[in-house]
């Protein structure tokens, strides 16, 4: 999906993605209000009902949805495609929650790809970097907080071994009163 209809479909694809798909019943004018109701159950009141139906026009024309009718409802569910895009969105919406406390423990991320990978090689990078990791030496990268989860996602998405990405947690790094000026984290 080079160009993308906009936050509506990719937000569409990361919730079907994560519901694993939804079976609306299949008639009356209110079916896409019903769509989106489920999908955004916290912003149900916020929402375009003409917005809804383009974007998922959009993913459907694209291939990115499938819609099957099934015992008086339609089964939405997201193509090989659509798994693989929703999978491309979540990775550019991912963020490292910030705590108010910092528990004083540097998360340390080595990465360890052949000069054969440097292009999933650079794209890593690209998102190490905008997730805020500093980066301490070419392949190496700190971060105050925690973020297991995250780094588990980009190995899932790149298709990485922990051998080939691996976090580990540091209690002492020499020197690090720079680092932490530059993360706002207390001393």
Same mark, same amino acid.
């Given at each position: 999906?080079?160009?993308?209809?906009?936050?509506?479909? +990719?937000? /569409?694809?990361?919730?079907?993605?994560?519901?694993?798909?939804?079976? /609306? #019943?299949?008639?009356? *004018?209110?079916?896409?209000?019903?769509?989106?109701? &489920?999908?955004?159950?916290?912003?149900?009141?916020?929402?375009?009902? @003409?917005? /809804?139906?383009?974007?998922?026009?959009?993913?459907?024309?694209?291939?990115?949805?499938?819609?099957?009718?099934?015992?008086?409802?339609? +089964?939405? !569910?997201? *193509? #090989?495609?659509?798994?693989?895009?929703?999978? @491309? !969105?979540?990775?550019?919406?991912?963020?490292?929650? &910030? #705590?108010?406390?910092?528990?004083?423990?540097?998360?340390?991320?080595?990465?360890?790809?052949? *000069?054969? +990978?440097?292009? $999933?090689?650079?794209?890593?990078? &690209?998102?190490?970097? &905008?997730?805020?990791?500093?980066?301490?030496?070419?392949?190496?990268?700190?971060? #105050?907080?925690? !973020?297991?989860?995250?780094? $588990?996602?980009?190995?899932?998405?790149?298709?990485?071994?922990?051998?080939?990405?691996?976090?580990?947690?540091? /209690?002492?790094?020499?020197?690090?009163?720079?680092?932490?000026?530059?993360?706002?984290?207390?001393?």
């Amino acid at each position: 999906m080079s160009r993308h209809k906009g936050n509506i479909s +990719q937000e /569409i694809l990361v919730r079907l993605k994560k519901t694993k798909g939804l079976a /609306i #019943p299949g008639h009356g *004018s209110r079916f896409w209000r019903e769509v989106y109701r &489920r999908l955004f159950k916290e912003k149900a009141s916020q929402f375009d009902s @003409r917005k /809804i139906k383009d974007a998922f026009y959009y993913l459907k024309k694209k291939k990115l949805i499938t819609g099957e009718a099934k015992d008086g409802q339609i +089964q939405i !569910c997201l *193509s #090989p495609e659509g798994k693989r895009e929703a999978d @491309r !969105c979540q990775i550019n919406q991912l963020k490292i929650p &910030r #705590p108010r406390i910092w528990d004083k423990k540097w998360r340390f991320l080595i990465l360890n790809l052949s *000069s054969e +990978q440097a292009f $999933k090689k650079e794209l890593l990078r &690209r998102q190490i970097r &905008r997730l805020g990791f500093y980066p301490l030496a070419r392949q190496a990268w700190v971060f #105050p907080f925690a !973020c297991e989860k995250e780094i $588990k996602l980009l190995r899932r998405f790149f298709q990485l071994k922990t051998k080939d990405l691996r976090l580990a947690e540091l /209690i002492k790094l020499e020197e690090d009163q720079f680092l932490k000026e530059d993360f706002k984290v207390g001393s």
